[in-house]
């Protein structure tokens, strides 16, 4: 297996990523988003509202969850440094946009 040779290790932009797949996993499965913007979801149609924005902000998770495992499972992206980094820039990318569309859906569905 080749090493991509970046001034930083590879391993934190795959951390970056793991950690936002976790709070956006954490805020669409395990209830945060209905706790911090529905109240723990004593509003019925703040909670349908912020469903059809977890399921939009779902769209770029998997964007993003996609574009990870593609820069580790690509051969072509382990051998080159230029396109490993584009992967996982974009990938982290994604993530931040899928936690941004939640977060406004969030404050819009109040």
Do not use: N, Y
């Amino acid at each position: 297996m080749a090493r991509v040779r970046l001034g930083f290790s590879p391993i934190l932009p795959t951390i970056a990523s793991f950690l936002l797949a976790a709070l956006w996993a954490l805020s669409v499965f395990a209830g945060w988003g209905l706790e911090a913007f529905c109240a723990g979801g004593q509003s019925p149609a703040c909670g349908r509202q912020l469903a059809v924005f977890s399921s939009v902000s779902g769209l770029f998770a998997a964007v993003a969850a996609c574009l990870t495992a593609a820069a580790w499972a690509v051969p072509a992206a382990r051998h080159d440094e230029r396109m490993f980094t584009r992967f996982m820039i974009l990938s982290v990318g994604a993530w931040i946009a899928a936690e941004g569309v939640l977060f406004l859906g969030g404050l819009l569905a109040k």
